[in-house]
């Protein structure tokens, strides 16, 4: 049997490893990683599970608090991460929430981008001024407003960069500095970008936020979240708060996950090259009236893409001609690309936010942001890039009809 000795596999590079690091194999020996499907766990005496309460001793105890197979997961997207220690929740939603809960309380001060996914805007516009805390948000790409909103004492900084749906890129490396001498905590959801296209962490962020339903598991089985961060922030800030509200991830969702992320580069960097070219195609085709790809030299951003991506990601932003109607006609005329508002899926997928992700902004935020009636999110999967683009010229030329 290969070894996995943690200092032999401490050798070896992070794709090498998130392939091997099989440290919960049973005696029988399997190629796979075990699920352990269980609520609870024993004691050999009743000293040991006062011990274990205590925290004198090492056991498991709940899998509310902790689980093999998904313990494996978190240490394995910490490797890939390049983070201290992971969190996982039951989804990207419950990763966003924890990390921002946990963080705050009444009294307290959070500034972020307004460019967010839906649900992460209504959090912080609705949810968390109901609890005292004050919400400041603003334009993420304008580095003057950052400045002015941070230079007042602050507890949290949460962006996403690229940003859902219209992918805005924000310098990371330059809110982190300004969110540091404001005494917060600086967020960084990156879920478009993936492990394997940008490091927050490396770039000066504090913890990162993901939605494992996204690019880690890639083919629309399951959902989870994953919050990664310092360990001392992980476990002394944030895990009380998980483990008590009982946002956890299931053993089985973390299998799952655990092998989405064996092939998670190879897929991500496989999309993104149809990505590109997609985009390049889409640029061209009468209908499209506007294409938005970090990987672009005609992205308002792309300088700043470059410098914090490894490559343009996996989306890609367009506005076809004709407002909704138009949008609407491209998106039934697709025969290939499926009509959902998920992303990062093997799968193409495609979806209109004005009327679903971001439906409940009113006309004047998503204006702010970019989203018109026309707007397109596109997530590219791993067909081949020619059926996609067959497929996209009859959205495109659908979308022109509309408006006869």
Request: charged share 20%.
């Amino acid at each position: 049997m290969p070894s996995t000795d943690p200092s032999f596999l401490a050798s070896c590079r992070t794709d090498t490893r998130l392939l091997h690091d099989a440290r919960n194999r049973t005696e029988h020996g399997e190629t796979s990683d075990a699920i352990f499907p269980t609520s609870g766990f024993v004691y050999d005496s009743a000293e040991q599970a006062e011990a274990t309460f205590e925290g004198t001793v090492q056991h498991l105890q709940y899998s509310r608090y902790g689980n093999p197979t998904v313990d494996s997961l978190q240490d394995r997207l910490a490797l890939l991460e390049g983070a201290e220690a992971c969190q996982t929740t039951s989804t990207g939603m419950g990763a966003v929430s924890c990390a921002l809960l946990a963080q705050l309380k009444a009294g307290d001060r959070i500034v972020a981008s307004s460019a967010l996914f839906g649900s992460t805007h209504w959090l912080l516009d609705s949810l968390l001024p109901s609890y005292g805390i004050e919400t400041v948000m603003l334009d993420g790409t304008d580095l003057k407003a950052w400045e002015d909103a941070l230079s007042k004492p602050t507890q949290a900084v949460l962006i996403e960069t690229p940003s859902n749906p219209m992918l805005d890129v924000l310098d990371i490396r330059h809110i982190a500095d300004l969110a540091h001498k404001a005494g917060a905590v600086f967020m960084v959801d990156n879920v478009f970008a993936t492990p394997v296209g940008q490091k927050p962490l490396e770039l000066g962020a504090d913890v990162v936020i993901y939605s494992c339903t996204k690019h880690i598991d890639g083919q629309g089985r399951v959902m989870g979240g994953a919050i990664l961060g310092s360990k001392q922030w992980i476990t002394e800030t944030l895990q009380p708060f998980v483990r008590n509200t009982g946002n956890t991830l299931s053993p089985f969702n973390a299998w799952v996950l655990s092998k989405g992320l064996e092939t998670l580069r190879l897929r991500v960097d496989a999309m993104a090259r149809n990505a590109a070219r997609v985009a390049d195609v889409l640029s061209e085709l009468p209908g499209v009236t506007a294409v938005r790809y970090p990987g672009r030299k005609d992205h308002p951003h792309a300088e700043l893409a470059r410098k914090q991506m490894s490559n343009g990601g996996t989306l890609v932003a367009f506005s076809v001609a004709n407002g909704k109607k138009g949008a609407f006609a491209c998106l039934n005329a697709l025969r290939l690309i499926a009509i959902s508002n998920n992303l990062g899926d093997a799968r193409s997928l495609a979806t209109h936010p004005a009327t679903t992700t971001h439906r409940k902004l009113t006309q004047e935020q998503r204006d702010a942001l970019g989203i018109t009636d026309g707007s397109i999110r596109f997530s590219v999967g791993l067909e081949d890039a020619d059926d996609l683009i067959e497929d996209l010229r009859r959205g495109a030329e659908a979308a022109l009809k509309a408006g006869q």
